[in-house]
């Protein structure tokens, strides 16, 4: 069964540092698919990035950065020079390819509280 | 532009009472998903359905029920409301596929079980 796993419940940083949040994932699919989202504090799902097992290429988007080591099935998202607007809980999510349909599994959420 | 709206945006009711919460999106999406948060839970998959007249059980699905008569429409009943249902719900779609496909959210809805 798959299982996302996200230890940082809860993280503090000032503005301008670097953050890393982290997600270890657990699955039998050799194809598979990781996800990350934003939950700002107005409560929408902001979709951030998906990424499929067989890409392993880091991938930077501005600020944002995530590393993807399949060999301890981890997939983290860096924020660089965090700012006040990062504020807000972040979910890493996993969808095995597997045979026929599947679902998305979510981790539980990691909070960012950026300070000025 | 496409979009995926849920109404109420908020809801009182009492325990005991049937509630229908509506997601609707503009999308196109072949898939459609119900999920609800809680603290120290996450997101949980209540139902989900992969086209017209497809529904599927998720995680929690006990209590709830989903049908789906055409494409842009996948309401979720609470068929006698608990307190335990009290919960943040969120609707999600997706294009079609496997299932593997980015998953686009609602606004979510706030339910409150008295």
């Known amino acids: 069964a798959q299982k996302v796993t996200q230890a940082q419940t809860e993280i503090s940083v000032v503005e301008k540092e670097d953050v890393t949040l982290d997600c270890v994932y657990e699955?039998?699919?050799?194809?598979?698919?990781l996800f990350w989202y934003k939950q700002p504090p107005s409560g929408e799902l902001v979709f951030l990035i998906r990424?499929?097992?067989?890409?392993?290429q880091n991938e930077i988007s501005g600020r944002y950065s995530w590393n993807f080591q399949k060999s301890t099935s981890s997939f983290n998202f860096t924020i660089t020079a965090s700012q006040v607007v990062d504020s807000a809980v972040y979910f890493c999510?996993?969808?095995?390819?597997?045979?026929?349909?599947?679902?998305?599994?979510f981790g539980k959420g990691t909070m960012l509280l950026v300070s000025p | 532009d496409a979009e995926i709206t849920q109404s109420p945006r908020h809801k009182i009711t009492e325990t005991g009472r049937q509630v229908t919460l509506a997601c609707h999106q503009t999308?196109?999406?072949?898939?459609m998903f119900w999920y609800r948060q809680d603290l120290g839970h996450g997101l949980r998959l209540i139902h989900y359905?992969?086209?017209?007249?497809?529904?599927n059980k998720g995680e929690v699905s006990d209590g709830y029920s989903v049908s789906r008569s055409n494409t842009e429409d996948l309401p979720l009943t609470l068929e006698s409301a608990a307190s335990s249902q009290t919960s943040v719900y969120f609707c999600?779609?997706?294009?079609?596929?496997?299932?593997?496909?980015?998953?686009?959210f609602g606004p979510g809805t706030r339910l409150l079980v008295l």
């Open positions: 699955t039998r699919d050799t194809t598979y698919y």
């Open positions: 359905s992969y086209g017209v007249q497809d529904t």
């Open positions: 999308w196109n999406h072949n898939n």
């Open positions: 999510a996993l969808s095995e390819a597997g045979s026929g349909y599947s679902t998305l599994t």
């Open positions: 999600a779609s997706s294009l079609g596929g496997s299932g593997t496909e980015t998953q686009y």
């Open positions: 990424r499929n097992s067989f890409d392993e």
